[in-house]
């Protein structure tokens, strides 16, 4: 399938630059509201997640990890120094409100240079074709397992399973808790289990993932199905570069309120 490629289009590489893009940047902007975090590895193996996850890593995960990440890896925090929260009049609210409208612009462009990427390259007879038993590769005897499914159909089922997990996260969650409250000092007080945290640890990053599957596939573009294998490597790496971090920031937190009733 990376035949049906076109390499010679510029837009293709624009895409892959936003997708790789729009994590970098969002991790880097909220770094900047804390920083000089120190890492006293002691355990290279330490026990982090690698499932896709959110950027907006969600805060059960967060609690789960507190007890492995301040054991083996602990990452205590030299001092905060609040850039953006500082260009907002030393309000975090505010400085997690104008990110998470940067974020959300961002992943808007970038999903247009997709759309734009992918009509500029061919289509595949194989995501443009009826699947069947006997395009599945199934054996002869099994040919009327059933009746053959337009391609459109997995499309749609990729972006309703994309979109409602994204969707119904950020509601589970809110502005602050989706886009990076807890940088900006803004936590969540319990762990959000209910749904769609309670099918899937991250909905956020696999719902995008899914979405741009279905897109793919509804345009029946192999390009589409590389680029979305993209996204999903970005959102991998930013996982493993965000967990270390957002862990501690709730174990700091939870340690501090453990303090605070021993001082009662």
Known sequence: ?????????????????????????????????????VSERKNKHNDLAVSICAPMNTPA??????????????????YH?????????????????????????????????????????PSSPLLTTYLTPA????????????????????AYALLAAGNTLVLTSMYALGITGTYLGDYFGILMDEPVTSFPFNVVGAPMYVGSVLSFAGTAVHWGKPAGLALTGLVAVAYFVACRWEDPF?????AKRDRERKQGKKGK
């Open 1 to 37: 399938m990376a035949g049906q490629i076109d390499f010679s289009q510029p837009t293709l590489y624009i895409s892959a630059a936003s997708i790789i893009f729009n994590p970098t940047f969002w991790n880097i902007a909220a770094r900047s509201e804390i920083a000089n975090f």
């Open 61 to 78: 995960q967060k609690q789960n990890r507190q007890t492995k990440l301040t054991t083996h890896n602990p990452l205590p925090t030299e």
């Open 81 to 121: 120094n609040k850039t953006i929260t500082r260009i907002f009049n030393n309000n975090p609210r505010l400085g997690c409100y104008a990110l998470a409208a940067t974020i959300f612009s961002l992943g808007i462009l970038r999903d247009y240079i997709y759309a734009v990427a992918l009509s500029h390259q």
């Open 135 to 154: 395009t599945m590769g199934l054996p002869s005897h099994l040919h009327n397992l059933f009746p053959p499914i337009p391609p459109s159909y997995l």
């Open 246 to 250: 957002t862990g501690e920031i709730y």
